[in-house]
């Protein structure tokens, strides 16, 4: 690499770009960012494309894990990640899934804002009103997948962006470690991520120290789980030893493995969390 990527490059692997399967293209892009932000990088530090598509793709996954309602649920409506899966869907052409995400966005709108916090402190599963309420635009979601496929559109975009910048693994690695260490308050950030880290991820971390573990990142809560007959929530993470996810039983942690589903440790949760 003669000269590091600008910010607001997208980068990729090359392997990724020469691949016939489209999301490996847009779960580089992906990559890329998750390694930037599990570095401490902040939004404005990273490129607003890649952000674009990154969130379109988080859209369609929730969306197709659990409806419309549990994106709003788990992206807290958060206005950025709103403003970036609106302008993703309308730089990747998905017009009738910018129509569709209007429409969505109009019945949370409609809640009001004491309406919508309740929904999120509301317990999501159960009898749920507000949740039936944004599911019904869940159908229409699905029966788009063959019209506009969200993920051959958002790899199309990626490929047509004049700053895609496209990388050797290897050089990527060494990116993210650049940026990393251009930081001059990194280790102030690092100190106040780990201070501010959710109940979870501290679980997931103590986990890891007991299995003699490196972790990489969390990568997703699974809300619809079921451990022992009762619905709770699953988080997803990877290692530097493969794929692995967490469940809270309140005094105790489990760590399964996420291939075999075996489970591999569990610790007492600290009194402190």
Request: proline share 4%; aromatic share 10%.
């Amino acid at each position: 690499m003669s000269a590091p990527p600008s910010q607001d490059a997208v980068v990729v692997s090359r392997d990724a770009l020469d691949s016939d399967d489209p999301y490996d293209l847009v779960g580089s892009g992906i990559a890329f960012v998750n390694a930037l932000i599990a570095r401490h990088l902040r939004r404005d530090e990273l490129s607003s494309d890649a952000l674009r598509s990154y969130y379109v793709d988080y859209y369609l996954a929730q969306v197709n894990n659990g409806g419309f309602s549990q994106f709003v649920y788990n992206s807290g409506w958060d206005g950025r990640v709103v403003a970036d899966v609106r302008d993703g869907l309308e730089a990747m052409g998905a017009r009738e899934h910018r129509a569709l995400f209007e429409r969505g966005a109009a019945l949370v709108e409609a809640l009001g804002a004491e309406g919508l916090q309740a929904f999120f402190s509301s317990e999501y599963f159960g009898d749920n009103a507000t949740r039936d309420g944004l599911d019904a635009l869940s159908d229409a979601f699905y029966d788009l997948s063959d019209r506009e496929d969200l993920v051959r559109l958002n790899a199309a975009w990626l490929r047509r962006l004049p700053h895609l910048a496209v990388l050797a693994p290897e050089q990527m690695e060494a990116e993210v470690e650049r940026r990393a260490a251009a930081l001059p308050d990194r280790e102030a950030r690092e100190a106040e991520a780990r201070a501010g880290e959710p109940r979870y991820a501290k679980l997931i971390r103590a986990l890891c120290a007991a299995t003699g573990q490196t972790l990489d990142r969390v990568t997703a809560g699974d809300p619809a789980f079921a451990h022992a007959g009762q619905q709770t929530v699953a988080w997803h993470f990877l290692t530097d030893r493969g794929h692995f996810y967490m469940v809270d039983l309140g005094d105790r942690a489990l760590m399964f493995d996420g291939g075999s589903n075996r489970l591999v440790h569990e610790i007492p949760v600290p009194e402190a969390l």
